[in-house]
């Protein structure tokens, strides 16, 4: 089945490690280009530069992978695919704001078994491999992740970046109905669910590299993420942009109920 391994592990953190030396120097920078995408999204120098570094990497170590990446075309299409979003926050990255990083995924015949996320502007690493459990590392220390154990709406802790592309009357509904709310935004929402220091993130849509590297970070912390529906994820069709929801488990339903009414 060629499924995720300790080795394909020690891979993808390597790649972050490649990643980190790449986007940190340009974090910053004065001479940091900036362009709009057509979509009108922004790409850096840093966006393209870290892409193309982990792509060539992986050519050199997995040739026969394919990969999916933010900025340029997919190549090959081998059942184990990596996915790539080199800086996921660009907008933080352009403003100066710390709150970016590296996703890299490998998907397999048994969906996505590895994730890493890697922000080194706030020196912290998250990474999950399937049956081995999920970690954070900040500097030399690592910790095991766990999902927290709050069960009520009422005093549950909910994360999203803004509230556009949201129904509005959802979106009120699950403010009004939740004990905190904070816009800590893009991987750092879905991190911070794993960790269990938030207790629901949500984004009403996202890409296939969004997201890829969060599964199995908040699974294997024993969270739940799916679709606003409850569905699973789509992990083979990146041309999708499904709305996506972790949470500790325990509040799923309640939280899918809120966005559905």
């Excluded at 940190?24 to 530069?49: C, G, I, Q, S, W």
């Excluded at 792509?55 to 990969?67: I, Q």
């Excluded at 049956?131 to 030399?140: F, P």
Aim: one cysteine or more; hydrophobic letters at 40%; aromatic letters at 8%.
């Amino acid at each position: 089945m060629n499924l995720a391994n300790d080795s394909d592990l020690g891979h993808a953190i390597a790649m972050a490690d490649l990643a980190d030396s790449l986007s940190m120097p340009r974090f910053r920078a004065r001479d940091l280009l900036v362009e709009n995408k057509p979509d009108f999204t922004p790409v850096t120098d840093a966006d393209r530069n870290v892409e193309l570094a982990l792509r060539d990497f992986l050519t050199r170590e997995y040739p026969s992978d394919s990969v999916i990446g933010e900025e340029f075309e997919q190549s090959g299409n081998a059942d184990r695919t990596w996915i790539i979003d080199p800086i996921d926050g660009t907008k933080n990255f352009v403003r100066g704001v710390p709150v970016w990083a590296t996703l890299i995924a490998l998907r397999d015949s048994a969906g996505i078994g590895l994730g890493v996320v890697s922000c080194p502007a706030l020196g912290r690493r998250w990474w999950a491999l399937r049956g081995h459990g999920a970690w954070v590392s900040e500097g030399d220390q690592a910790r095991a992740l766990s999902v927290s154990n709050v069960s009520e709406l009422d005093s549950a802790s909910l994360s999203f970046s803004d509230s556009i592309g949201w129904d509005e009357p959802s979106l009120s509904r699950l403010i009004a109905a939740t004990s905190r709310q904070r816009a800590y935004g893009d991987f750092w929402s879905h991190c911070l669910v794993a960790e269990g220091a938030v207790d629901i993130a949500s984004e009403p849509t996202l890409e296939l590299y969004d997201y890829a590297a969060l599964v199995p970070i908040v699974l294997e912390s024993g969270g739940k993420i799916t679709d606003f529906s409850g569905r699973d994820l789509p992990i083979r069709d990146s041309n999708t942009q499904p709305s996506v929801l972790s949470t500790n488990g325990h509040l799923h339903q309640s939280v899918i109920k809120f966005l559905n009414n």
